[in-house]
């Protein structure tokens, strides 16, 4: 996209975003987001720059949103696992490899996002506000990368129903991440932790009546 982003998102040279951008909730930061880029899509790596230290739970959320649509898990879940396993290593904003910066969302998904079709989110932002916690701190974000990177390869690998219950956690995660929420990154930690577990044992009673089908047929 032309045109220079800082001057674009009015921030600082690093995408530190204000004191008023950094307490909008979530809806009002991706609907403004959208309407400073003019294009059709905004790629992953323009988004990470405008939103500053918010990037790792947006861009997470954003990507794990239509995950929790049949077949669409397994499109989504390497960026998911690159945005995690930067988080787990301790980085404060996400480096994102080229191949992902380049890749766009419409213009017109984001505001929907925080329009009329995603009144569930705004009704969940009632509930999620700025609370200090253990899960606030470097460590706490470091215990969500590496969640968010388990439930990238639950995305990633196949299996019936295991999909949704840890990507669900994890968008919960997320908005209590974007919001400094210790609370709500609380309850998202266990909701991802019971959907983790769900999943693995799917795929494990899957992988051990394949083992004993395979045992039969040789």
Known sequence: MDG??????????HGSPGD???EAPISRI??????????ERITLGEMAEAFGDRAFGLLILLLLLPSLLPGMASVFGTPVLILGIQMGLGRRNPKLPAFLARQSIKRADLLRLSGASSKWLKRVEQFVKPRPGWF????GDKL???LTAYVALMLILPGPGTNGPPAFGNIVMALG?????????????????????????VLVVLGWLGMAALGMLF
Do not use: K, M, Y
């Open 177 to 201: 991440l974007v919001e400094a929420d210790n609370r709500t990154l609380a309850w998202g930690v266990g909701l991802t932790i019971a959907g983790c577990v769900f999943a693995t044992g």
């Open 136 to 139: 606030t701190t470097p460590a």
């Open 144 to 146: 969500f990368g590496w």
């Open 20 to 22: 008023d951008a950094h």
């Open 4 to 13: 220079n982003l800082e001057s674009i998102t009015g921030q600082a040279p």
């Open 30 to 39: 991706v609907a403004e987001v959208a309407a400073r880029f003019p294009g």
